[in-house]
């Protein structure tokens, strides 16, 4: 059990375009999901919490409008990269929290972007 | 200072090796703390997870928790090649929510 996925896990794009990142959590519900940036040797950096049915929460220093999240349902969250650049070239990663018998977070396998 | 210290590394040890990994904090509210395991371009993988003080055996994996000391420590009994990867120490506290991370310590286990 509580097995998150991402889609797609991995993503080259060109610069200006805008990437959609799913994810979803296979055999759980969950209210709060959160995405993640992580740079090699490092370790995950906060960049929002998502709660289903609200806006999402940015980290101190995370631009809102370049990094859309929307928490349609208990099990899915998506993270749209608009007007991307080479900058924003990255691990990205998301969790999805569970109260069930534990208070935690399970992760997804991440994706990988690339912006040309 | 960081709320979550852990030493980032690289650890090398011989297979069959007791791998001890370890973590301080300076926040005495968090109540919750886990370790994760992470291969090279994956997601992190949930190891343990601990509520409060005390101790947790799970196969070759052994966790500690010592609020009084504010100190976490992962213990991998028999280490194998396939241990190999990234591990790392998270916390929060009681209003749930957001994890706290440590660097993560990189553990090279050599057949």
């Known amino acids: 059990g509580a097995v998150v996925s991402q889609h797609p896990s991995r993503v080259i794009c060109k610069s200006g375009t805008s990437v959609k990142i799913e994810c979803r959590s296979l055999?759980?519900?969950?209210?709060?999901m959160f995405w993640y940036r992580q740079f090699p040797k490092q370790s995950l950096m906060l960049m929002a919490t998502?709660?289903?049915?609200?806006?999402?929460?940015?980290e101190q220093g995370v631009e809102k409008d370049k990094f859309l999240i929307n928490h349609a349902s208990l099990t899915l969250s998506t993270l749209t990269v608009t007007s991307a650049h080479p900058e924003d070239s990255s691990f990205y990663i998301c969790?999805?929290?569970?109260?069930?018998?534990?208070?935690?977070?399970?992760f997804g396998p991440g994706t990988r972007l690339t912006v040309l | 200072q960081k709320e979550v210290e852990q030493d980032p590394g690289p650890l090398s040890v011989p297979e069959g090796a007791i791998v001890s990994l370890n973590c301080t904090y300076s926040?005495?509210?968090?109540?919750?703390f886990m370790w994760y395991r992470q291969y090279s371009r994956k997601g992190p993988e949930l190891l343990m997870y601990?509520?409060?003080?005390g101790n947790k055996e799970d196969g070759r994996f052994t966790a500690q928790v010592d609020k009084s000391s504010k100190y976490i420590s992962l213990f991998i009994r028999d280490s194998q090649p396939s241990d190999s990867a990234t591990y790392l120490c998270?916390?929060?506290?009681?209003?749930?929510?957001?994890?706290?991370f440590g660097q993560g310590t990189e553990l090279s286990v050599k057949p």
């Open positions: 998502s709660n289903e049915g609200s806006k999402a929460t940015y």
């Open positions: 601990t509520y409060s003080s």
């Open positions: 998270a916390m929060m506290n009681n209003q749930g929510g957001k994890l706290i």
């Open positions: 055999d759980f519900q969950a209210t709060t």
């Open positions: 926040n005495s509210a968090f109540q919750y």
């Open positions: 969790s999805a929290r569970t109260t069930t018998h534990t208070d935690t977070q399970y």
